[in-house]
């Protein structure tokens, strides 16, 4: 079957053509920077110690807050789907957080703790209902016919995990895990904006904005695109080599 | 009179939504012998089954002779995990075999050249066929057949049972069946009638 969500590389070419020309245009780069500028100032960002430095602190902070609430969030829905209490426990805690706007948790958490780890609790609390609610989800999805021949056979618990919960729970981990890496990314930048911890991509952001300075806006942006992307690609390719050396053990 | 290890069912009563599958069903399996129920569609054939290998509670009654020994079952659908290979589903619940003695196993049944296959890309017959020998190749004290040999085709079918009967021999059996040649062909001692 055809992907019909494949980027391809003329469509690109043509939108970085359009934004060149309209730069060229309105010719004030103030309001908006032509691409060949912002690529030129990611070089001379790139060369310096601390643009790694700004996104290794996000990156680390988010990425913890991600893995965290995966692993969590998969242990809960394992949990919830044997005990029924674990799940009526949970219900009104994580709807109240999904509930609950981004910037609503962001004030709180300042009030609370310092803002060096914000956005790994914020990337922690978005990420973890999303991959609780498809995990669990995905387990009552298996198939009870095969649960009962492994019942049947007492087939132990370790091979009925790599055999019949596995395959059958990792495509509802695998996209709550796309949804929640773009969230995470989102909210994770956001908090950092407003709550601008020391050396952080997002007080990166929040300087742009104070100095007007545009093409340090489009740079950095750039800069949490590719961060992301690159996240979700080496986590996605991780988690897939660790279900083929599950399946071949 | 019952033997030690015979399996009693003692009045066994089932409805689901107000209408009765069993009502008050007794009946001795004997240890060591396969049985045979038969009855129409609907009569509670596979509901007897479920409650035998603990997957139904009966409504009342009670089975003795069942705690502690192990089960086999072959289930009136395959119920084999599609994206493994025929051997890897064979192996499941016997992980202990080795795949020289389950590949003799295969071709003994005329599977040949399929088990590095996943099984969903296997035929319905062929499916079958791996079903039946994941039930006949685990560890187990009782082996429960829901109608096993529903869907091969009659040469097939004779090599199956020949092949189950012989790996059998000596095991409690309970055979669900429509077809009476399938019973004698068993070696059925018992038909019991729901």
Partial sequence: MRKHNRIRAWAVLFWLVVWQAASMALGKEILLVSPLKVLSRLGELAVTAEFWSSAGFSLARIGAGFLLAAALGTLLAALASRIRWVEELLAPALMTIQSIPVASFIILVLIWFSSKNLSFLISFLIVLPVIYANVLRGVRATDTRLMEMAQVFRVPAGRRIRYLYVPQVLPFFQAGCAVALGLCWKAGIAAEVIGMPQGSIGEKLQQAKVYLDTPDLFAWTLVIVLISLLFEKVFLALLGRGVRALERM | ?194
Avoid: W
Avoid at chain 2, 160 to 180: E, F, N, S, W
Avoid at chain 2, 181 to 191: H, L, T, V
């Fill in chain 2, 1 to 194: 009179m019952t033997g030690a290890m015979d399996i009693e069912i003692m009045q066994i009563s089932k409805a689901f939504e107000g209408k009765k599958v069993l009502e008050g069903f007794s009946a001795v399996l004997p240890q060591g012998k396969t049985t045979c129920v038969m009855a129409p569609s609907g009569g509670g054939k596979t509901t007897l089954m479920r409650i035998l290998m603990g997957l139904e509670r009966p409504d009342a009654g009670q089975v003795t002779g069942l705690e502690g020994r192990r089960l086999s079952a072959v289930f009136q659908e395959d119920r084999l995990i599609e994206s493994l290979t025929p051997v890897s589903n064979i192996r499941l619940p016997t992980p202990s075999l080795r795949r020289e003695e389950v590949l003799a196993a295969m071709e003994s049944v005329g599977l040949r050249g399929c088990e590095d296959q996943p099984v969903r890309e296997l035929s319905g017959g062929m499916c079958r066929r791996v079903a039946i020998l994941r039930a006949l190749m685990a560890e187990y004290d009782v082996l429960f057949l829901d109608e096993p040999f529903k869907g091969l085709d009659a040469a097939t079918k004779t090599s199956v049972i020949q092949d189950a009967k012989r790996r059998c021999q000596g095991r409690t059996v309970l055979l669900i069946t429509h077809d009476r040649s399938e019973a004698d062909a068993m070696g059925a001692e018992r038909i019991l009638s729901l």
